[in-house]
C-alpha cells in the first residue's frame, strides 16, 4: 500500500492512461446521480399528475382559492367582501353570491378578520408579481355549504348546515376551505422554475398553513362538543369533510380529521392529530386536478359547480372546461 501511494505521488500532475477500476468509478459516479433522481422523481397514477404548465399558470390557479377564502373571511368576519377593500384586484369579476357577515364571538372574530387582510395581501402580491386573473363567480352561500356539509354527512342535515349562524359552524367551514389551498401549494412548488416564483410560493405556503393550523387548533380544543342541533361531535365533522375531500379528490389519503387511528397519528403513536400530514409528517400535495374536483364538490375536474359554479379562471382551469 505504501509502495502504491509512492508510485501515485511520484506521478501526480503527470498523465497517465485510465486502469479499468479507475474507468468503473467514473462511471458509477456519472451513474449515481442519474439512479437518484430516478429513485426520488414521484410517480403517480394518470389523473394524478402534475399538470404541464408555467410558473405564472400554477400561480394563477391558486389564486382562484385565494379569491374564495378572501371573500369567505372578510364577509364572514366584516360582512363585506374583496370589492369593499381592493375592487382592482378582481380584474372586472363578478361579486361572489351568498356571502354575509357571522355571528361570531369577538375571538373568532378577530381571527377570521386577520384571515381576511391576509388574502387581501395574497392577492395584491400575485396581481402584483403575475398580473392575475379575474376574480371567478364564487359561491359562499350558506345553501352552497348545506349541500357540501350533507354530502359529507352522506344524508340531509335537518335543518341544513348553515355557516353564518355560530362560531362553530363557521370555522367548520373554514376547515373546509384553506387546507386545499396548502395542499395546492405544496403540489405545485417542486413545479416551479423561477426563483421569484418559489420565493412567492413559499411566503403563501408559510401563511396557508398557519391559517390551517389556527382553525384546527380551535375545533380541537371544542373537539367533543355537539355541534347544535346536530348529534354530531366537533371532530365528527371535521372527520366527514375530510373523508369527503378525499373521495372527490380520488388520490388517495391527503387529508385527515383531528382524531385519526395510531396508523396515520404521528410516528403511529398518537391518536391526535392537530396537523394533517403524511407517515413522515410532511404536508400532503395535491395536484390542480385533485383541488378542482374537490372545490367545484363534483370529483369531476372537467365539471365545476360547488364554489365555483362557472369553474375557475386561469389556463389551467379553462383547460379542463
Not at 13 to 35: H, N
Not at 134 to 141: A, G
Amino acid at each position: 500500500m505504501q509502495e502504491g501511494n509512492k508510485i501515485l505521488s511520484n506521478k501526480f500532475g503527470y498523465r497517465k492512461m485510465a486502469t479499468p477500476s479507475t474507468l468503473c468509478c467514473a462511471v458509477l459516479l456519472f451513474l449515481f446521480p442519474l439512479q437518484f433522481m430516478a429513485t426520488t422523481t414521484p410517480s403517480c397514477p394518470g389523473d394524478c399528475e402534475p399538470t404541464d404548465a408555467d410558473d405564472n399558470d400554477r400561480i394563477h390557479f391558486a389564486q382562484n382559492l385565494e379569491f374564495l377564502e378572501a371573500e369567505f373571511f372578510l364577509y364572514g368576519a366584516l360582512g363585506k367582501g374583496l370589492d369593499a377593500f381592493e375592487p382592482e384586484f378582481a380584474k372586472g369579476g363578478p361579486p361572489p353570491i351568498g356571502g354575509r357577515r357571522a355571528n361570531l364571538d369577538y375571538l373568532t372574530r378577530r381571527i377570521v378578520e386577520e384571515f381576511g387582510y391576509q388574502e387581501i395581501g395574497h392577492n395584491r402580491e400575485i396581481v402584483r408579481r403575475t398580473g392575475g386573473i379575474p376574480r371567478p363567480l364564487i359561491d359562499i352561500s350558506s345553501e352552497n355549504f348545506a349541500k357540501l356539509f350533507d354530502k359529507a354527512a352522506g344524508y340531509n342535515l335537518d335543518p341544513p348546515f348553515d355557516p353564518y349562524e355560530d362560531p362553530i359552524k363557521y370555522m367548520l367551514a373554514v376547515y373546509a376551505i384553506p387546507y386545499v389551498g396548502l395542499n395546492g401549494y405544496v403540489g405545485t412548488n417542486p413545479c416551479l422554475k423561477k426563483f421569484a416564483s418559489k420565493q412567492l410560493v413559499a411566503g403563501l405556503l408559510g401563511v396557508e398553513s398557519g391559517q390551517d393550523a389556527a382553525t384546527r387548533e380551535w375545533l380541537y380544543e371544542k373537539g367533543d362538543a355537539k355541534v347544535e342541533p346536530y348529534d354530531i361531535t366537533v371532530v365528527e365533522f371535521t372527520n366527514m369533510i375530510s373523508g369527503l375531500r378525499n373521495k372527490l379528490g380520488n388520490c388517495g389519503i391527503k387529508d385527515e380529521g383531528l382524531i385519526v387511528p395510531k396508523e396515520l397519528g404521528a410516528e403511529n403513536r398518537t391518536t391526535s392529530n392537530v396537523l394533517s400530514a403524511d407517515p413522515n409528517s410532511l404536508s400532503y400535495p395535491r395536484t390542480p386536478q385533485e383541488i378542482l374536483r374537490i372545490v367545484y364538490s363534483t370529483g369531476d375536474e372537467h365539471r365545476p359547480g360547488g364554489f365555483f359554479p362557472k369553474g375557475g379562471n386561469g389556463r389551467i382551469a379553462r383547460e379542463y372546461l
